[in-house]
């Protein structure tokens, strides 16, 4: 791993495993390694990178604006494969954010993943690792090998992402209120047992 944390730390882009899929991925600070990940993934430039933090006090380093639906949410789902909206600290990348100024962040329960972002201090962007339109995946030996040629660093070892689903996506309103943005690995029904209020079924 201290390979793929050197890389991240020099600005580098890398692929790395998270608790559902294998991530691509850099310094969500680093507007350049942003850049690239872009241009590897030939992702559309409109759709703003995924973040994950690997530690409870990384989310002050994505968004000084923190609802209370999402201390809850985050109390009951966190670590774990949802991925909440919310407004982006100026201090991050512009890649990472949408028009509005928001971004997507969750907190990874997979000890590589969490381990990086703790690490290098920072929120990690972290997009599937495959080409824009092309099927995500959980297995190594299915990573695309042109993708991995064009990344510094790579952990493809073990423990591997569990597969399935990728992360849900959710946007927190007023109180318990929330819009399912992806329905995913964290299903709706989870979520309203928790006495969430889907606003969007």
């Known amino acids: 791993m201290q390979n793929v944390l050197d890389c991240l730390s020099r600005g580098g882009v890398a692929v790395y495993p998270t608790e559902t899929l294998y991530a691509l991925g850099c310094a969500a600070t680093d507007q350049d390694a942003c850049a690239r990940v872009v241009a590897l993934k030939k992702r559309p430039q409109i759709k703003p990178l995924p973040l994950i933090i690997g530690w409870q006090g990384g989310l002050e380093l994505v968004t000084d604006h923190v609802p209370f639906s999402l201390i809850s949410l985050a109390e009951h789902f966190w670590p774990g494969p949802l991925s909440v909206l919310v407004r982006a600290r100026e201090s991050l990348a512009p890649q990472v954010s949408d028009k509005q100024g928001f971004t ?98």
């Open 104 to 201: 997507s962040v969750r907190l990874s329960p997979h000890p590589v993943a969490a381990a990086l972002s703790r690490e290098l201090g920072v929120p990690l962007v972290a997009t599937s690792a495959n080409i824009s339109g092309h099927e995500a995946t959980a297995d190594p030996e299915a990573l695309d090998p042109d993708l991995l040629a064009g990344v510094d660093a790579s952990y493809l070892d073990a423990p591997l992402p569990l597969g399935g689903a990728p992360s849900t996506v959710i946007r927190p309103g007023n109180d318990n209120e929330i819009e399912v943005v992806r329905a995913g690995a964290v299903a709706v029904h989870m979520l309203e047992a928790e006495g969430f209020v889907i606003t969007n079924r």
